[in-house]
């Protein structure tokens, strides 16, 4: 067991949180007091002049507007992933269980898998009991090795034992609470969101130093448990790989989910970093780092977490280290399994799809289905026809509209205009015998007899100018098409 850090000192911290919610309140009671003067209107209106005029009934409409968007949405309920029971997977109770006994701390009861590149530690109360639950999300097991991942461990229990669980819902609530409000004004379309969307700012600035010192805390913890270079280069990978992980889950993994398949998680994102672009990327991230925080970050940067544990830079990623994944000795299968299920929305059954399938079965239907309105002004375009609808889609972008009243600005039509054609010229090329390759991070590309075509990459360089009409003509030569 670690030396006591001693009682957790939470006076000043527990009064930057009562100040915050002090803004909170402060923030609906502006909302509130602006429902209150529009109402009044329409209100003296019947009084005085036993009728309610135009103005008063656009002032009580954006009175009802402003509740609604003030009543923040109810995020998911219940479990934070997929729960992983002590009976499956004994061994990574068996490891959190001695982290836990070496900060002299109580272990989570339960655990749950996250989709995220995170950690989190949270609290819920079962009747008469109150259940800790850690959250780990299914990359960690990939991206960190079995010392890394016990050090990120440490450090969610660290807030734990620093009593954040009993201050940090309510700045994290709160931040959450106002952004989800913020946003639904801005969607709904409260023309007096500007007012909140400055004061949701000022909250999250003058919040901040609440959750940063609670992570700067939780660190120094975990240094001391685990050591601070594993925690120094699992903050590293996080920042790197995680980044890179949540670009992996948007683009490829969640689009194949969505449609009730379920593709190789760990082995798409091992083909995913092996990408020249990602690659370059992730070099480009290991040489700068985050060096600063955003004014409105609740983490701290990467340099200032490392310099807090006393470490000048965090150390580089070895080249032959082992995923914690595989020195726990879990199948990764069920892992992958457990988290589609979980996701899972109105499908029965998660059928494995190989990645080299998701091109055919997942994304031509979906290029099919977006196209389909507009497939009979779209029917006379042949391949060669696709490059010259291109150079005027000044003409094309109004009969490509979406059905209903719109309001794309120009360039946004235009846009819109460009993506249909790329992806009718996808169907074109599958329907002419190219063959679809796809994998995760790389273009999408149509191969037949030894030519290829990358349709995204042509419409997007025609829309950019890069590319000519003359080079589009000379393409579809070398194409035969």
Not at 67 to 81: D, K
Not at 107 to 115: F, R
Not at 410 to 418: D, T, W
Request: some cysteine; overall charge neutral.
């Amino acid at each position: 067991m670690l030396p006591s850090a001693g009682p957790p000192d939470l006076s000043d911290l527990r009064l930057k949180a009562l100040q915050a919610v002090l803004l909170q309140l402060g923030f609906y009671a502006a909302g509130l007091g602006m429902v209150v003067v529009l109402v009044a209107l329409p209100v003296a209106q019947m009084r005085y002049e036993r009728r309610v005029g135009f103005d008063g009934i656009i002032a009580a409409c954006t009175a009802a507007w402003l509740v609604w968007a003030l009543i923040p949405p109810l995020g998911r309920r219940g479990a934070p992933g997929a729960c992983l029971s002590r009976t499956d997977y004994p061994e990574i109770y068996r490891h959190v269980d001695d982290v836990a006994d070496r900060m002299g701390a109580s272990p989570p009861e339960e655990i749950y898998l996250l989709a995220d590149s995170n950690a989190s530690i949270s609290a819920a109360r079962h009747w008469w009991r109150k259940i800790h639950r850690l959250g780990l999300g299914l990359p960690l097991l990939r991206i960190l090795t079995l010392g890394e991942l016990r050090s990120v461990i440490a450090h969610e229990l660290g807030h734990r034992q620093k009593g954040d669980l009993q201050l940090g819902p309510w700045v994290y609530g709160t931040r959450q609470a106002m952004a989800r409000s913020v946003a639904r004004m801005e969607q709904e379309g409260v023309g007096l969101h500007w007012f909140f969307n400055w004061y949701a700012r000022l909250y999250l600035r003058f919040s901040q130093d609440v959750s940063r010192q609670q992570e700067l805390s939780a660190d120094k913890l975990a240094s001391l448990a685990c050591g601070r270079a594993e925690l120094a280069t699992a903050l590293y990978k996080l920042e790197t790989l995680g980044e890179a992980w949540q670009v992996f889950w948007e683009d490829a993994c969640f689009p194949v989910l969505d449609q009730g398949l379920r593709p190789p998680l760990f082995g798409g994102f091992g083909l995913f970093l092996q990408q020249p672009w990602v690659s370059e990327r992730l070099s480009q991230s290991g040489t700068e780092g985050r060096v600063t925080t955003g004014p409105y970050d609740s983490h701290p940067s990467l340099a200032d977490r490392c310099l807090a544990l006393g470490v000048k830079s965090a150390p580089r990623r070895p080249e032959d280290w082992t995923p914690a994944v595989d020195e726990l000795g879990i199948e990764v299968d069920s892992l992958e399994e457990r988290l589609a299920r979980y996701l899972a929305v109105g499908h029965r059954s998660f059928p494995v799809v190989r990645w080299d399938e998701v091109g055919e079965r997942v994304w031509l239907p979906r290029w099919s289905s977006e196209v389909a309105p507009y497939e009979r002004v779209l029917s006379s375009l042949g391949i060669r026809q696709v490059g010259e609808a291109m150079t005027d889609l000044d003409k094309w972008a109004p009969r490509l509209r979406p059905p209903g009243p719109a309001l794309l600005s120009p360039e946004a039509g235009r846009r819109r205009a460009a993506r249909l054609l790329a992806q009718w010229l996808c169907l074109l090329l599958a329907r002419g015998g190219f063959r679809l390759e796809m994998m995760p991070g790389s273009p999408v590309s149509f191969e037949r007899q030894g030519t290829s075509i990358q349709p995204f990459v042509t419409i997007g360089a025609l829309y950019d100018g890069k590319k000519t009409i003359n080079d589009w003509n000379n393409l579809c030569a070398e194409l035969n098409v």
